[in-house]
């Protein structure tokens, strides 16, 4: 991104799940101080977004206009062998036991959310 540029990854279709810092933060002090929360949890909003939105959105929070060349799928796998999985495949996270238990996130949405981190720096 100093550069100017934010690859896409293959089709930049992909999905990709996050949570602002703030959210995680709180939920793991619900989960130190909660004794009814037990067993595993999704730390991500649900709002998965698409890679190619992911890079608009950082762009737009950092004030940047950015090209987002794609780097074909064969390309990633070349570069990166068996870890290429984890640049093309999609993750859509759902905080189903949080959302059960009324947690509220700060920060649902991923351009509010870049823009409240990079205002910071």
């Known amino acids: 991104m100093q550069l100017g540029a934010l690859p896409v990854f293959g089709d930049g279709k992909q999905l990709l799940s996050w ?9 793991y002090v619900r989960a130190l101080t909660d004794p ?9 909003t649900g709002q998965a977004v698409s890679q190619r939105r992911f890079n608009q959105s950082l762009a737009t ?13 064969f390309a990633v796998r070349a570069i990166f062998g068996e870890r290429a999985i984890l640049l093309l495949g999609s993750q859509n996270v759902v905080p189903a036991k949080l959302r ?6 700060q920060y649902p949405d991923l351009l509010p959310a870049l823009k409240q981190l990079y205002a910071q720096t």
């Open 19 to 27: 949570i602002h810092i703030d959210d995680l933060v709180e939920i």
């Open 36 to 44: 009814n929360m037990q067993g595993a949890y999704n730390a991500a």
């Open 61 to 73: 929070a950092r004030g940047r206009k950015v090209l987002m060349p794609p780097l074909p799928a």
């Open 100 to 105: 059960a238990e009324g947690f509220v996130f």
